[in-house]
């Protein structure tokens, strides 16, 4: 019964392997040039130290926004893509369908240079 | 595997109309990559279409009961003939906006797919066969009028209907969906078929847990259609946004609304009406004697009509609390005969309004007729079949509702929708009063009747007197809204 768990247990050492030794590999390779900006926890311009409640740009919100709904996209893609075989050609159809909808959101926010940085 | 869950294409045809409207919206943006002046030339052009393409699938399926997506949408005689109210609302709209939004500097292409958005999400609301389908289309329906209130975003006014409109109505949201966790407590399912089988099957009838879900859902889809006492956001709401607005969504969002309370109060909980009517009774009750009562002191004819859309919500209200066929029959008519009363008299305040959302006094009303003899008439006509009296729609529309509450033994309810109708004829008449008996101001001058939307105003004043007059038809109509028992 428990053997049915093995490979999550493999799982779990193959990713934290991979996760640590990525760690210590660019650590030690890697060159290391610290200046102020870098050292900071959040590299996005936000000074980490202070009040929360300062004003910050709409464009972050924008951002996330945008960010958030291609993101759903990505996961309904997974399962999609587990039962791929089971849903046959309906099932292309409709993430065709599916795509194309969030394709005429992308289009329209791309004209509408809501992805721009000015 | 099984592959039940696969859709067919005959799924497609219930929510035809929807999509079709979704999908006119969608081409609406994609008409964005073209040069703005094109794009913006196209948008009422595309709506208008999509929306009169949305008949095509309500003919095909017609009354017939059909369900798609494994029961989680269905359409029936009353569903079409909701569909079908709240794409005429959506047509008068483009109708009455392209004047409006030009002068008021909001001439973009999102307006309109706004509000095909909108009519989607309403349309879908009329076809909603399971509780999560409510919620979803509401949610379609409220963001796209969420955003649309604040539409004239340089405008404080507007950004301030906006932001109370999505707080309040977050708020009601919130409450729905804790009324639908409760009903699945009780029930131990979502679809409306499914909780009507476990009220009469298993016994959940006398489950508390069932009852105090039935009792958000109420509040939640009360919310939506204005009725006291949840009509707290509709003055400042109705006010503040962009008046071609504040006129879609007092039909539009009202239809759907009420489309939604009656097939889940009628099907999922059509067994257990002996616990809601009273309740439904004392808000519908409540609600005609607030709006009209509130409405006699307002001086801003934009509050005046929001609290008469209060007080419409209340009649509307007593078609289902008598929870009969002839109330759902008579609340279709009166949705259809509202739809063109009051979208009728928004145009003529839209008319008579002037840039910068100036010019929504009463007073400003004075000697109307004498700067616009067509749109004081027509106006005229609008103010009478509010108020109710005969030979317009608005009295036919009452008349059925109220001998569907009669039907049900709800004479207490007439009464008071009588008494109420009375103190309404003193609002309404007022307005016709000051067009027609006093003088304008002396720089007032005369307005013209401009394309579409004199088009408009005539084809709402004709079938305001027509549904008056030659009720015949639109009744056998409106005696076709079945709604499907599961």
């Known amino acids: 019964m428990l053997s049915a768990y093995f490979p999550i247990l493999v799982l779990i050492v193959l990713a934290t392997g991979f996760a640590l030794g990525a760690l210590t590999l660019s650590h030690v390779l890697g060159p290391k040039r610290p200046n102020p900006a870098k050292s900071e926890p959040y590299e996005c ?17 924008l ?56 | 595997m099984n592959h039940s869950f696969v859709p067919k294409a005959a799924d497609m045809l219930v929510v035809g109309p929807e999509t079709i409207v979704a999908a006119a919206a969608m081409l609406i943006l994609l008409a964005e990559l073209m040069p703005a002046r094109i794009s913006k030339a196209a948008a009422p052009w595309i709506a208008a279409l999509g929306l009169l393409a949305s008949f095509i699938p309500m003919t095909t399926t017609g009354i017939s009961v059909r369900t798609g997506f494994s029961g989680m949408v ?35 292409a ?7 958005f909108a009519i989607s999400g309403m349309m879908l609301m009329a076809s909603s066969a399971n509780l999560i389908m409510v919620f979803l289309s509401l949610e379609i329906l409220s963001i796209s009028l969420y955003v649309l209130s604040g539409f004239a975003r340089t405008q404080p006014r507007s950004q301030e209907a906006s932001l109370k409109y999505f707080l309040l109505g977050s708020f009601a949201s919130a409450f729905l969906l804790y009324g639908i966790a409760l009903v699945y407590g009780g029930a131990g399912t979502i679809s409306l078929a499914g909780i009507a089988n476990a009220i009469a099957s298993e016994g959940a009838a006398r489950n508390p847990v069932l009852l105090a879900g039935a009792g958000l859902i109420a509040v939640g889809l009360g919310f939506k259609v204005a009725a006291v006492p949840f009509q707290m ?28 309370l009656a097939r889940v109060f009628l099907t999922a909980f059509g067994d257990i009406k002996v616990d809601w009517m009273p309740a439904l009774w004392a808000v519908a009750a409540l609600t005609m004697i607030v709006g009209n009562v509130v409405a006699v002191a ?32 008579a609340l279709v008519f009166y949705l259809a005969a509202y739809l063109f009363m009051n979208l009728g008299a928004w145009a003529v305040v839209i008319l008579a309004g002037r840039r910068g959302e100036a010019g929504t006094e009463i007073d400003s009303y004075n000697g109307l007729f004498w700067r616009n003899p067509g749109a004081a008439a027509a106006m005229g006509v609008f103010m009478f079949a509010l108020a109710g009296l005969p030979p317009t729609g608005g009295f036919m529309a009452k008349f059925y509702v ?22 309404s004829v003193y609002y309404y008449a007022r307005v016709t009063v000051v067009m027609f008996m006093r003088d304008p101001e002396p720089d007032a001058a005369p307005i013209s009747t401009r394309g579409l939307l004199g088009v408009t105003l005539a084809v709402t004043a004709a079938a305001t007197i027509y549904l008056g007059v030659l009720p015949g038809q639109l009744f056998q109509l409106a005696g076709l809204a079945q709604i499907a028992r599961p």
């Not at chain 2, 008046?243 to 939604?260: I, L, R």
């Not at chain 2, 209060?310 to 029959?329: E, F, P, R, T």
């Open chain 2, 298 to 329: 307002q001086t801003d004819i934009k509050r005046m009509l929001a609290y008469s859309s209060i007080a419409h919500a209340g009649y509307i209200l007593v078609g289902l609390a008598a929870a009969n066929q002839a109330g759902v029959s």
């Open chain 1, 63 to 118: 951002i996330a926004m945008l960010f958030i709904l291609f993101d759903i996209e990505i996961v309904f893609l997974y399962p999609w893509a587990i039962v791929f075989d089971h849903l046959g050609l309906f099932g292309l159809v409709e993430m065709i369908v599916f795509i194309a909808i969030l394709v005429v959101g992308y289009v329209y926010v791309w004209r509408k240079g809501a992805l721009e940085w000015e």
């Open chain 2, 233 to 260: 956001w509709t003055p400042d709401v109705y006010e503040g946004a962009p008046s071609s607005v504040t006129a879609f969504m007092s039909v539009g969002a009202k239809a759907a609304g009420f489309a939604a």
């Open chain 1, 45 to 61: 311009g936000m000074r980490p130290i202070g009040s929360a409640r300062q004003r910050i740009p709409v464009r972050f919100y």
């Open chain 2, 110 to 116: 999102e307006y309109y797919a706004l509000v095909l």
């Open chain 2, 402 to 423: 109220f001998s569907a509450a009669l039907q049900a033994n709800m004479v207490g309810l007439v009464v008071i929708g009588a008494l109420t109708s009375l103190v």
């Open chain 2, 74 to 108: 269905v359409t029936d005689g009353f569903a079409v003939l909701m569909k079908a109210v709240l794409a005429v609302t959506g047509l008068l709209t483009i109708g009455f906006s392209t004047h409006y939004i030009k002068r008021e500097d909001l001439d973009r």
